[in-house]
């Protein structure tokens, strides 16, 4: 039995190589004894003469792999070499598949118009629809009245009166819901120096009045009137003018306007060419 192989001894120097001797006869080989153990290696003697080899001995159980050893680091690069010759064309390949839509381009010019086609036949006239609901009445135009072109006067009245001639008067104003009309006020006025004169309007009829001839109602008709206001010379005679006025916040329905007069105290008031207009507004 072949036992195990023992350590591997220190390899000692090459001795000198002796002259080669002469090559012996060769006796005739006597029977192989049995093996004995391994011993360790001696250190190596001088490589005699290659004597008869033996039989080979029965191969010994495979010792384990030992480690692997750390890899060394890779060399440089060789040199390339020349480019070989071309080869042959290979035959053409199957089509591959269709690549992905490419991004739109950019709209070209519009192209010029092309000739009108011919018109084609007049369709038939559709069935008339149904009336719609009548709408709201809508209000009554402008009211005017006058002019009255008799000069009369009033004298040291302070409250709001009819002259002899009482007017002009503005009839049948219809009111919208809005509740508001414009009055127009136009005469010629003169008064005494250092006086006065006005004309304004009452309102009556209706569902709202306003009377200027009523006590308590004097400020708030000046405020609506035309007037003259005398200097101290008595040359400078009279004007005519118009004064125009909003009235709001009437109750819808229908009115009379009358034009009134008034002086300052002790003066005396000339109207003449007198008109009033009133317009209902929306």
Not at 77 to 94: M, R
């Amino acid at each position: 039995m072949t036992g195990s192989q023992g350590a591997k001894g220190v390899t000692g120097a090459k001795g000198v190589t002796g002259a080669q001797g002469a090559k012996g006869v060769t006796g005739a080989q006597g029977p192989a004894g049995a093996k004995g153990p391994t011993g360790s290696q001696g250190a190596k003697g001088v490589t005699g003469a290659k004597g008869v080899t033996g039989s080979q001995g029965a191969k010994g159980v495979t010792g384990p792999a030992g480690a692997k050893g750390v890899t060394g680091s890779t060399g440089a690069k060789g040199a390339t070499g020349s480019q070989g010759a071309k080869g042959v064309t290979g035959s053409q390949g199957n089509q591959g598949p269709a690549g992905a839509k490419g991004t739109t381009g950019a709209k070209g010019a519009t192209g010029s118009q092309g000739a009108k086609g011919v018109t084609g036949a007049k369709g038939t006239t559709g069935a008339k629809g149904a009336t719609g609901a009548k709408g709201a009445t809508g209000p009554v135009g402008v009211v005017a009245a006058g002019p009255i072109a008799t000069s009369q006067t009033t004298t040291t009245s302070t409250n709001y009166v009819n002259l002899a001639t009482v007017g002009p008067t503005a009839s049948s104003v219809v009111i919208p819901a809005s509740g508001r009309a414009l009055v127009v006020l136009t005469a010629t006025i003169s008064a005494t120096s250092t006086d006065t004169a006005y004309m304004s309007f009452s309102q009556s009829g209706g569902p709202t009045t306003l009377d200027c001839t009523q006590a308590g109602n004097l400020a708030a008709c000046d405020a609506r009137s035309l007037r003259r206001a005398m200097g101290t010379s008595t040359s400078t005679g009279g004007i005519t003018a118009s004064a125009m006025y909003v009235v709001s916040g009437l109750t819808a329905g229908t009115y009379t306007f009358t034009a009134v007069y008034r002086t300052t105290a002790g003066g005396t008031g000339t109207f003449a060419d007198r008109n009033i207009i009133v317009i209902p507004l929306p």
